[in-house]
Each structure stands twice: as structure tokens, then as C-alpha cells.
Nanobody
Framework: QVQLVESGGGLVQAGGSLRLSCAVS????????MGWYRQAPGKQRELVAA???????NYADSVKGRFTISRNNTKNTVYLQMNSLKPEDTAVYYC??????????????WGQGTQVTVTS
């Protein structure tokens, strides 16, 4: 079983910063892509940013230039540095990871979510 534990959410004023962390543990060979998603009330879950094992990144247009995703492959941890936060960034943020169990099996796992609230 693979577990993802997120931390770093909270309440911040507009223009402020937060850093989210997500540590992955459990039985797996390696981790492929890791990512952050968010879901605001009444809206669908959306991709915020993703990063491959090699460090290639992908961002939602709404966060480009403000958020930075990074990972530490030794610690199996992914980070999301969020700067210049806006009230519309308010959501529950979820991390996910594609864990490699064998040459034929890759499974996607999700964290429990961490609340980010940005006040104006």
C-alpha cells in the first residue's frame, strides 16, 4: 500500500505565499509523475501542476509564473511553492503520484487533501 501525506496548507492573505509538501511512502519500486490538483467548492478537480521523474513540469495557465512545483526523488516528496496567492486559489489541494509496482503495473494514488484559503 502507498500513502501520501500532505502538509503546508492554511490561511493566507492575498499576495502571500504558502508551500505545500507531499511525502509518499509504502511499497513501490519508484514514482513516475507527481502532481498537485485542487478542487474549489462547486467545481471540478483540476490540475495545478505536474512534474516527471526527470523534472519536466506542466502548469495550469492560471498559476503560471506564480506557482513552482519541485520534487526530491530521494525523499519521494513533491512540493508546491505558491506565491502571489489570489482569493481564487482557495481550494482543497491534493497531491497524487504514479507509483510503479512492476514493469506491468503503475497505480495512481491520492493524498487526503489540504485546505488553502486566501483572503482578500
Amino acid at each position: 500500500q502507498v500513502q501520501l501525506v500532505e502538509s503546508g496548507g492554511g490561511l493566507v492573505q492575498a499576495g502571500g505565499s504558502l508551500r505545500l509538501s507531499c511525502a509518499v511512502s509504502g511499497s513501490m519500486r519508484s514514482i513516475n509523475t507527481m502532481g498537485w490538483y485542487r478542487q474549489a467548492p462547486g467545481k471540478q478537480r483540476e490540475l495545478v501542476a505536474a512534474i516527471t521523474t526527470g523534472g519536466s513540469t506542466n502548469y495550469a495557465d492560471s498559476v503560471k509564473g506564480r506557482f513552482t512545483i519541485s520534487r526530491n526523488n530521494t525523499k519521494n516528496t513533491v512540493y508546491l511553492q505558491m506565491n502571489s496567492l489570489k482569493p481564487e486559489d482557495t481550494a482543497v489541494y491534493y497531491c497524487n503520484a504514479d507509483a510503479v509496482h512492476s514493469a506491468f503495473r503503475v497505480s495512481t494514488y491520492w493524498g487526503q487533501g489540504t485546505q488553502v484559503t486566501v483572503t482578500s
